[in-house]
Nanobody
Framework: QVHLVESGGGSVQAGGSLRLSCAAS????????MGWFRQAPGKEREGVVG???????CYASSVKGRFTISQDNPRNTLYLQMNSLKPEDTAMYYC???????????????????????WGQGTQVTVSS
């Protein structure tokens, strides 16, 4: 069992930055691959970025070069640094944990939510123009 809690969302103007955090608990947390997803109103949830337990990452093309995922393993915390934010980045952002790496592709990828087992409650990001 893995429990995830996101924080760090807020409202920013276009071009600004935010850093999201995902605090994880549970004895098996470090066995899981992690990802960030987002869901805008009226749209399906989409994968933004994923990170394997060995540190390899893959990003959706829409955020590559602007977003960076990282982990602080001693603190069991996952981060998403978001720079050069655009109004189309406005969404609820979720972190999630996956037991397998079947969603991973080198380079660009959009993690499939069906591969992720545990989810946080989400944190809202709003970018104004």
């Amino acid at each position: 069992q893995v429990h995830l809690v996101e924080s760090g969302g807020g409202s920013v103007q276009a071009g600004g930055s935010l850093r999201l955090s995902c605090a994880a608990s549970g004895s098996t947390y470090r066995r899981y691959h992690m990802g960030w997803f987002r869901q805008a109103p009226g749209k399906e949830r989409e994968g933004v970025v994923g990170i394997l337990t060995d540190g390899r990452t893959c990003y959706a093309s829409s955020v590559k070069g602007r977003f960076t995922i990282s982990q602080d393993n001693p603190r069991n915390t996952l981060y998403l640094q978001m720079n050069s934010l655009k109004p189309e980045d406005t969404a609820m952002y979720y972190c999630a944990a996956a037991p397998t790496s079947s969603w991973y592709y080198p380079g660009s990828c959009s993690p499939d939510q069906r591969d992720f087992r545990y989810w946080g409650q989400g944190t809202q990001v709003t970018v104004s123009s």
